[in-house]
Structure formats: C-alpha cells, structure tokens
C-alpha cells in the first residue's frame, strides 16, 4: 500500500477523482475536439458520510479555469464543517492538456492542506506553496495536477486518445496512474439516463480503484464515480444536475 493512502481522507480521494498525469506515456491525443464549458452538481455519499460536490469549467482567451467544492450536507455538517475548494486553470496544445495553476484550501479534512503551484514548461518546475511552505519541484515531462488530469481524460476520451498511463503531480510526489477502459452500460442518475463508457484508474502501489462512468453526450462528464478499496465500496458520486455554458 502507498504510505500517503494512510494520511489522505475520503473527501481528498473523492475530489481528485481525475487521476492521473500530464505526461503522457502513450502517444498523446493530437484532433482538435474541445472540451465543453458547465456547470454539474454531484450528490455524494462516503460511508455514514453525505456530501454535495459541485464542479465548474469556463473557457478563457487562453484555455479554461476549472472550479471544484465539495462540502458536507444533512447531518454530515453535524460531524465535520468546512469544504474542499480547488481550482486549476489549464490550457490545451498539440499535445492535449496541460496545467498553468493549481490552488486548493482544505478546511474539511483532518489535514487541512493549502496549496498554491504554478507550472513552468520552459523549466519544467513546479513551485508555489504547500501550507505556507515554499515547494518547487523538478517535472519528468507533462505532469498533471488533481484538477486537470480530470480534464486531460476527458479531452482524451473525445479526441480518441486514451492513454494507459499517465502522470500526476500530487504536490509532494510525482505519481503514476494506470488507465484502462471497462466497457459500456446503461446508467441512471437524477440527472438523467445515459449510455455511458466505464474507465476505471488507479495509482502504482495503491490499494484504491477509482471508476468513471463518462458520457459521450455530456463532453464525456463522469456522471458516476466509485471508489472501491481492497474490493469494498468506500465512496459513490452520482450526477445530479448538468448545464452547458455558453
């Protein structure tokens, strides 16, 4: 088991569940499909735990700027208060997608980790800082962070350039993330039923498997994420509400 599973809680698990890097291993996707601006609401549930995930991405004159909290809801805001609130802002190349700024402010989990990292592909480094700590960080090629390798999948998926392996910059370790496609099904959500493909990640020496049920319709949204560890169900978000933006 990776040692960092022992100190990271289900919400962190939960909101990265875009796993993955910004290197990629297998040849990168080279069309030009976009991706799609929205706004998404998720219900989520962790164990005894219930949670509200409600995720952004807007498109800029220079690439998109994803939005990403989740926060307790119900009786879970009896238990633990607060919220994880992430943003990246990223850009897309010839190669796909690639991270220019990563924030994160962690008030819920037992941690409560900040971060603020900006990626320098001239030098390939990251920097910034991690709970008012300077950090800088020396990348092994396109590296994602938890926010935008979300979005890499997603682009991926609709230029047909699904890699098996990616790389994720966690922000105290780079971390491979191995990438296979699980088929097709029909899924219902409150948002809706869908047609939808399955892809299932999970990083080197980890215990977790996370899996994704995107749509094709939706820019390949994840309209189901599960998380299951050592074969058990530890987490399941479900799509609530979706709307494109112009």
Same mark, same amino acid.
């Given at each position: 088991?990776?040692?960092?599973?022992?100190?990271?809680?289900?919400? =962190?698990?939960?909101?990265?569940?875009? @796993?993955?890097?910004?290197?990629?291993? $297998?040849?990168?996707?080279?069309?030009?499909?976009?991706? *799609?601006?929205?706004? &998404?609401?998720?219900?989520?549930?962790?164990?005894?735990?219930?949670?509200?995930?409600? *995720?952004?991405?807007?498109? *800029?004159?220079?690439?998109?700027?994803?939005?990403? +909290?989740?926060?307790? +809801?119900?009786?879970?805001?009896?238990?633990?208060?607060?919220?994880? $609130?992430?943003? $990246?802002?990223?850009?897309?190349? #010839? %190669?796909?997608?690639?991270?220019?700024?990563? !924030?994160?402010?962690?008030?819920?989990?037992?941690?409560?980790?900040? &971060? %603020?990292?900006?990626? %320098?592909?001239?030098? /390939?480094?990251?920097?910034?800082?991690?709970?008012?700590?300077?950090?800088?960080?020396?990348?092994?090629? @396109?590296?994602?962070?938890?926010?935008?390798?979300?979005?890499?999948?997603?682009?991926?998926?609709?230029?047909?350039?699904?890699?098996? !392996?990616?790389?994720?910059?966690?922000?105290?370790?780079?971390?491979?993330?191995?990438?296979?496609?699980?088929?097709?099904? =029909?899924?219902?959500? &409150? $948002?809706?039923?869908?047609?939808?493909?399955?892809?299932?990640?999970?990083?080197?020496?980890?215990?977790?498997?996370? #899996?994704?049920?995107?749509?094709?319709?939706?820019?390949? @949204?994840?309209?189901?994420?599960? =998380?299951?560890?050592?074969?058990?169900?530890?987490?399941? &978000? #479900?799509?609530?509400?979706?709307?494109?933006? /112009?």
């Amino acid at each position: 088991m990776n040692q960092h599973d022992n100190h990271r809680t289900p919400g =962190q698990y939960w909101i990265s569940w875009f @796993l993955a890097a910004v290197c990629l291993l $297998a040849s990168p996707a080279q069309s030009n499909g976009k991706l *799609t601006a929205y706004t &998404a609401e998720y219900k989520v549930r962790m164990s005894i735990a219930s949670g509200r995930l409600n *995720t952004e991405l807007e498109s *800029t004159e220079s690439g998109y700027i994803a939005r990403h +909290t989740i926060v307790p +809801t119900g009786i879970s805001r009896l238990i633990r208060r607060g919220a994880i $609130a992430e943003v $990246a802002e990223f850009a897309s190349g #010839t %190669d796909g997608i690639y991270p220019i700024a990563y !924030q994160s402010n962690d008030t819920l989990s037992r941690d409560k980790v900040r &971060a %603020d990292v900006h990626f %320098d592909w001239g030098a /390939n480094e990251a920097s910034g800082t991690v709970n008012d700590e300077q950090l800088l960080s020396v990348l092994e090629g @396109l590296s994602y962070d938890r926010v935008s390798i979300q979005y890499a999948l997603m682009h991926d998926l609709i230029n047909d350039g699904l890699s098996a !392996q990616y790389r994720m910059f966690d922000v105290d370790e780079l971390r491979i993330v191995n990438v296979r496609s699980i088929g097709k099904k =029909q899924v219902e959500v &409150a $948002a809706g039923t869908f047609s939808a493909v399955g892809i299932q990640h999970q990083r080197e020496n980890s215990s977790r498997v996370t #899996t994704l049920w995107c749509v094709k319709e939706l820019g390949y @949204l994840p309209v189901i994420i599960e =998380q299951h560890r050592k074969g058990e169900l530890r987490l399941r &978000a #479900t799509l609530r509400s979706y709307s494109p933006s /112009n």
